[in-house]
């Protein structure tokens, strides 16, 4: 039984925010298709699956600190 996006999703984002590297998990798109995007600083030796619980996963670099929108 396939998990829905957003059980996925949760399961990610507990499972590989506590790993070094890792500076945020959260929900992409790619070829309309919902995926599990994680951004790693550039010093991260983790790796991740190809895909998770059914979804793609795509690692991206992490670009500078996170902002929540609003904040400056």
């Known amino acids: 039984m396939e998990r829905n996006f957003d059980t996925a999703l949760a399961h990610a984002t507990e499972a590989w925010m506590a790993q070094d590297g890792v500076g945020a998990v959260g929900q992409g798109e790619a070829d309309g298709e919902p995926t599990i995007d994680v951004w790693i600083t ?13 979804y793609r996963v795509i690692v991206r670099p992490l670009g500078g600190e996170i902002h929540a929108q609003g904040e400056a």
């Open 42 to 54: 550039p010093t991260s030796t983790q790796s991740f699956p190809e895909s998770f619980e059914g």
